[in-house]
Structure formats: structure tokens, C-alpha cells
Nanobody, 114 residues
Framework: VQLVESGGGLVQPGESRRLSCGAS????????IGWYRQAPGKQRELAAS???????SYGDSVKGRFTISRDDGKNLLYLQMNSLKPEDTGLYYC?????????WGPGTQVTVSS
């Protein structure tokens, strides 16, 4: 399984950005798929995830601002990010679990700065 993120870049505070994650396999087949992020000098943390067992989950710091969604026709996972803040800056990774094996994409950088 290969995951590839896209959509990162430089955005100003308060703006929106949408990230996309493409997979080599069917996104519908994953037990869990989602987004993690890692800010410089900090641990990787959950942004949002879609799980067959528990549904949608969001990290506390993004609740109400980020939305995770899936387009099965295009086989893409999205992360819509609104009201971006400088503290949202980081490397955003697509993550998926299939048959208890975890996969990661290489990440896409999001920088929120004026």
C-alpha cells in the first residue's frame, strides 16, 4: 500500500486549505484511514481519522475547524482545514491501517504564516 499526500503549502492565518491523500489500494478497504500532523520539535498527533469501528475522530486542537471526508469514486481522502492558525504549521501525514498493518505517506508541509 502506498499513500501520497498533496495540497500543502504556505497559507495565511484565517485561510483555508484542503489536503488530499491518494492510495494505491481502495480507500474503502482500510480499517482506519486518517491524518496526523507533526510540528517542529513536537510529537506526531492525530488530526482526524475515519474508522470502521468508531467512525470519525478529531484531535482536540482541530475540532470545529477541520473536516475529514472520503470520495470513494476518486479514491481520495480529504482534510478540509478552515480558520488556520500558525500553530497548525507542520508536516501532515496520511495514515492507514489494513489487516493490522499500518501505512504512512511521506507527508505534505503546511505552513501558516503572515
Amino acid at each position: 500500500v502506498q499513500l501520497v499526500e498533496s495540497g500543502g503549502g504556505l497559507v495565511q492565518p484565517g485561510e483555508s486549505r484542503r489536503l488530499s491523500c491518494g492510495a494505491s489500494g481502495s480507500i474503502k478497504s482500510f480499517n482506519l484511514i486518517g491524518w496526523y500532523r507533526q510540528a517542529p520539535g513536537k510529537q506526531r498527533e492525530l488530526a482526524a481519522s475515519l474508522s470502521r469501528s468508531v467512525g470519525i475522530s478529531y484531535g482536540d486542537s482541530v475540532k470545529g475547524r477541520f473536516t475529514i471526508s472520503r470520495d470513494d469514486g476518486k479514491n481520495l481522502l480529504y482534510l478540509q482545514m478552515n480558520s488556520l492558525k500558525p500553530e497548525d504549521t507542520g508536516l501532515y501525514y496520511c495514515n492507514a491501517v489494513l489487516l493490522e498493518v499500518e501505512y504512512w505517506g511521506p507527508g505534505t508541509q503546511v505552513t501558516v504564516s503572515s
